[in-house]
């Protein structure tokens, strides 16, 4: 009897371990990628009759083509080097392309193109990104994109390390992994109403994600009221707010091209942000350039932004505020770039952020 309590506790112990090993897993994440190799592939037509792009768009071309002949690759190569036997998915935060092909055709190859290579580069893996402003910029590129993505991503999410049985129609949409909600947001045309099914649908799920390539909380920095979720519209983003936090969501989201960590916390709940970014410039810096590591410096670095341009700094600054009292932790880091690990188990949310190709860590957040 003595030793047939034991056996069953050493089965207790082997299976609960076994269990809670079975709801573990790791997520493998790229911010902004701007994947764009080749301007006489993708951009001819903005060349064509005698046009010519603007300054700022030939500069991004030569930017994309720069890095992506050698940096990025590493980049992706020392990420996809994290991979570990509980490795779910890679997720990707929005901006997958440069876009502005100008012709839809072009496009559609140039989102085809760019997650074959990533399928190429991360072998074995689920490929899962979500809608960014480059993702869309062009001509009928927003049809584009939707015409051709969300079949991609239902393929993506009934690969066995997924297996979500979901059939994706919509840029926003959601679902169950493990014990887990994903929700991905179009943040250009957010679809409130698919985002409150899913919380109600899933009301039980142990961590709730919201995927979104613009913010739900505020940066300090420049693009504010266009990339977070509700734009100017105070009310709109005011109702979301409360849903999110009421959900006590974590985000995980891009755009700004920097690195940050935010904690949100007001009456209705909590909101925890996560900001990641893989452009990797000429000049990114390989050390974390941290200008911010406690809420009361938040606005600090806007105002060098902005500059004279005193009424887009008067609308930031109020979006700010009306955030700015629930903020009870928060980092950035300027113009930071490189890749992030998350391990997803039930004692905890963290997430590993690596700089440009390194392989190892340089800084850790808790998120739950």
């Known amino acids: 009897m003595k030793h047939l309590s034991k056996f069953i506790v050493f089965l207790m112990v082997v299976c609960f371990g076994m269990s809670a090993y079975a ?11 701007h994947f764009d190799t080749d301007k006489e592939v993708y951009h001819s037509a903005c060349y064509a009759n005698g046009r010519k ?6 500069e991004e071309f030569a930017r994309n083509a720069s890095m992506w002949k ?11 080097s994290k991979k570990t036997p509980n490795t779910s998915f890679v997720l990707q935060l929005g901006d997958l392309i440069q876009g502005d092909c100008d012709d839809p055709a072009v496009h559609t190859k140039m989102l085809g193109d760019t997650i074959d290579y990533f399928k190429k580069a991360m072998p074995s893996l689920p490929f899962l990104t979500v809608v960014g402003n480059h993702d869309i910029r062009g001509k009928d590129a927003s049809p584009a994109y939707s015409n051709f993505m969300p079949a991609r991503m239902t393929q993506e999410l009934n690969l066995p390390q997924i297996n979500a049985g979901v059939d994706i129609k919509k840029t926003t949409f959601a679902f169950r992994h493990k014990e887990d909600l994903y929700v991905f947001v179009n943040f250009c045309y957010p679809n409130d109403k698919i985002i409150k099914e899913a919380f109600a649908q899933h009301a039980d799920a142990r961590y709730k994600f919201v995927i979104t390539h613009g913010a739900v909380l505020p940066w300090d920095a420049w693009g504010v009221t266009y990339g977070l979720y509700g734009g100017k519209v105070n009310k709109r983003r005011d109702e979301m707010r409360k849903i999110f936090a009421e959900n006590n969501v974590i985000v995980l989201t891009g755009h700004v091209h920097a690195v940050g960590y935010c904690k949100y916390v007001d009456e209705f709940g909590s909101i925890t942000q996560f900001m990641l970014n893989s452009v990797w410039k000429e ?12 809420p009361e410096d938040i606005g600090s670095n806007v105002k060098n932004i902005y500059g004279k341009k005193v009424n887009e700094l008067n609308t930031y600054l109020s979006v700010l505020d009306s955030f700015k009292t629930g903020v009870t932790e928060y980092f950035f880091a300027k113009g930071a770039t490189g890749y992030a690990t998350m391990d997803v ?16 860590p340089a800084k850790t957040f808790k998120l739950r």
């Not at 709801?23 to 990628?33: I, W």
């Not at 000049?283 to 406690?294: C, F, G, M, Y």
């Open 70 to 80: 050698e940096r990025c690759p590493k980049l992706v190569a020392s990420a996809y």
């Open 283 to 294: 000049d990114s810096p390989r050390e974390l350039n941290v200008i911010a590591t406690k």
């Open 53 to 58: 792009p603007s300054k700022t768009l030939q």
């Open 23 to 33: 709801d573990s897993y790791r997520v493998l994440m790229l911010g902004d990628t």
């Open 345 to 360: 188990s039930d004692d905890a949310v963290e997430v590993t952020f690596y700089s440009c190709d390194s392989r190892e």
